[in-house]
């Protein structure tokens, strides 16, 4: 039962965790994407509908003074349709190629809000290293201060060259400009993280991050993704493409209802009806001759996104192979990391007793200390190495963060 309630109490905070981080970005960055979204869904609602030709309506007033019995003026309404109803296909394939369109920039879309997602967490996983960086310098410009005082004391009693103090000297000026570019660089990393968030990064917890299987990456990346419906609006847009140059069957009607001209109207009753219906259909093909050109351009353009879709596959399985191998290498420098812990706890004790029988000085034990706490640190700076490798995965994939 124990074992059931850590179990969900990792799941809810997992959980927690994730939707925190999917709104992470500022109000007014998620509206712009809102807004985006919006659109692509109704540029597509209209390109769906785009075979439909528009029904034009008009209403006229004509004036004449052509009639000796003075001004005559004559109204008419009109209500007019010319619409495609077959087009050897081209109206399927179109209504086809605005759902892929669509669904292509919908993917983009979640790409780069992902993308945006992952700058964000990446900034916050770089402060947190920044922070520990800046405390590791400072333990390394502790044992800079003590080897120069070391090596002072040695160059005051004339065993060492001043060539070695002078080394100590600058060694301790380097680290110490060092650990100011981290705290420019922590500031910058602020800044940056404002400008695509509006919360407190201080207060923001981080997402502990595993690798994925192989598999998982490949069904759920956005780029792939991406690439394969840009591939199938292609041959969606290749087929409407010579559709446009076969056979179109339109129909055409109108209806009229206007006042009838006194030219035709006479002195007796009249054969012509104020309200009346023209209707008929035409065969049209155009003969262009860009037709071909246009033709090929577009099975040239649906050929390179398929193409596309077998790099980008190429691609995926190449970038989770480099992430792989890059964890190994993080994991065998934490391995490194912590053997030195283990010399360095060994060292600071034997020098610490040798301190206490008079042959080394409390320095030489403090030297240790901070040595030691150098590689402690550098075990969490692989660490978030780690995460920050991870996170290149998990900002390409849906449903994770």
Do not use: H
Not at 199 to 216: A, G, I, T, V
């Amino acid at each position: 039962m124990k074992k059931l309630l850590v179990l969900c109490s990792l799941l809810l905070s997992s959980t927690l965790y994730a939707d925190e981080l999917n709104s992470i970005l500022s109000e007014n960055k998620e509206l712009l994407f809102d807004y985006d979204f919006k659109s692509n869904e109704l540029q597509s609602d209209i390109l769906s509908k785009s075979w439909v030709n528009p029904v034009q309506v008009r209403y006229g007033k004509d004036y004449t003074t052509r009639f000796k019995t003075g001004t005559v003026d004559t109204g008419t309404f009109s209500v007019y349709i010319d619409q495609p109803i077959f087009r050897s296909g081209g109206i399927y394939y179109a209504i086809k190629y605005s759902a892929a369109l669509r669904d292509a920039n919908e993917a983009e879309l979640k790409l780069q809000r992902r993308q945006m997602i992952g700058d964000a967490v990446s900034i916050l996983f770089n402060l947190k290293k920044n922070k520990l960086e800046q405390k590791k310098m400072r333990y390394l410009v502790k044992n800079d201060t003590i080897d120069i005082r070391q090596k002072r004391d040695s160059y005051d009693a004339g065993i060492l060259d001043s060539s070695f103090l002078d080394q100590a000297i600058l060694k301790k000026s380097q680290d110490e400009a060092i650990l100011l570019e981290f705290e420019l660089n922590y500031l910058e990393l602020k800044q940056r993280f404002s400008l695509l968030s509006d919360k407190n990064p201080d207060k923001l917890r981080l997402p502990k991050l595993k690798m994925m299987s192989k598999k998982n990456y490949t069904q759920q990346n956005l780029e792939l993704k991406k690439d394969v419906l840009r591939a199938e609006e292609s041959s969606y847009n290749a087929k409407v493409t010579v559709a446009k140059y076969l056979p179109t069957l339109s129909l055409q009607g109108q209806y009229t209802d206007g006042d009838l001209n006194p030219l035709f109207a006479g002195n007796g009753p009249s054969n012509l009806n104020e309200a009346y219906y023209n209707y008929g259909f035409s065969v049209s093909m155009p003969l262009d001759i860009n037709s071909f050109s246009d033709i090929e351009a577009a099975k040239v353009a649906k050929l390179r996104a398929a193409t596309q879709v077998l790099d980008r596959k190429d691609t995926v399985k190449e970038e989770y192979q480099w992430i792989d191998n890059s964890l190994g290498i993080l994991d065998k420098k934490i391995y490194l990391a912590r053997k030195d812990e283990k010399i360095y706890k060994n060292l600071l004790r034997l020098t610490k007793d040798l301190a206490e029988a008079g042959e080394k000085t409390s320095l030489d034990a403090d030297i240790m200390s901070n040595s030691l706490q150098v590689r402690k640190l550098d075990q969490l700076i692989y660490g978030i190495d780690k995460q920050l490798k991870l996170l290149k995965l998990y900002i390409r994939v849906e449903n994770v963060l």
